[in-house]
């Protein structure tokens, strides 16, 4: 998110914040064991690791609006699937706060996505 006039990225900055960015380990969309992955290649995962928690960011570039279903090995981030929670933070100007249930279809506008958090 550009810094302009209309555009302030500190909400975002809050939520990395909140969650602790420093000390994580990213793991790139492009990365073939990332254990976080979508049903749909045209929107990607990239995830911030730490133990017990994992921000998930989630980026669209499908020519329309669509939804996704995240495939996640809960194994391999150490995550025990049966309390898990995958929430999305509200962020002002950016994402509206919902929660999302393990095996939900999650609703991803065109150029746009999200900043999930599991734990």
Do not use: H
């Amino acid at each position: 998110m550009p810094w302009t006039a209309t555009s302030d990225p500190r909400p975002i900055w809050k939520v990395w914040d909140d969650f602790g960015m420093q000390g994580t380990k990213m793991i790139g969309y492009w990365v073939e064991n990332n254990p976080v992955k979508t049903n749909n290649p045209l929107v990607p995962a990239t995830i911030y690791r730490k133990d017990g928690a994992v921000l998930v960011s989630l980026a669209s570039w499908a020519p329309e609006n669509t939804t996704i279903k995240l495939t996640i090995d809960w194994k391999a981030l150490g995550i025990d699937p049966t309390k898990a929670t995958i929430t999305a933070p509200d962020i002002r100007n950016f994402q509206q706060g919902q929660v999302f249930g393990k095996d939900a279809s999650i609703p991803v506008e065109k150029n746009k996505g999200w900043l999930l958090i599991i734990k």
